[in-house]
């Protein structure tokens, strides 16, 4: 679990990819406290990584269910994918990450 985060490369499960928009809503609602203090204006580049792993996190979900990372600008297409389960076996991104 978590073994490359910021890659767009492979699959990830369900319980993976739903621990990944806990993390990023934690973290960004720590990263919105600070900007709307403005204690530390620069904060707002942290921005940067946590919408790429967002990112990469869904890609590979996507891949997980046969799409390509492109899937995910679809609005509530990120509800569909955490109900939806994986394709079993090898697909054209690589393994079942059930194993």
């Known amino acids: ?36 203090s403005g204690e530390v204006p620069i904060i707002g580049l942290a921005y940067i990584p946590m919408l790429w792993f967002l990112w990469a996190q869904g890609a590979k979900r996507c891949h997980d269910v046969g799409n390509n990372g492109w899937w995910q600008i679809i609005p509530f297409y990120v509800f569909w994918v955490v109900l939806q389960g994986g394709q079993p076996g090898l697909n054209e991104y690589g393994q079942n990450p059930k194993g």
């Open 1 to 36: 679990m978590f073994s490359s985060p910021f890659s767009f490369d492979g699959r990830i499960r369900r319980t993976e990819y739903g621990i990944s928009l806990i993390i990023y809503v934690i973290v960004a609602t720590f990263v919105n406290a600070i900007v709307e």
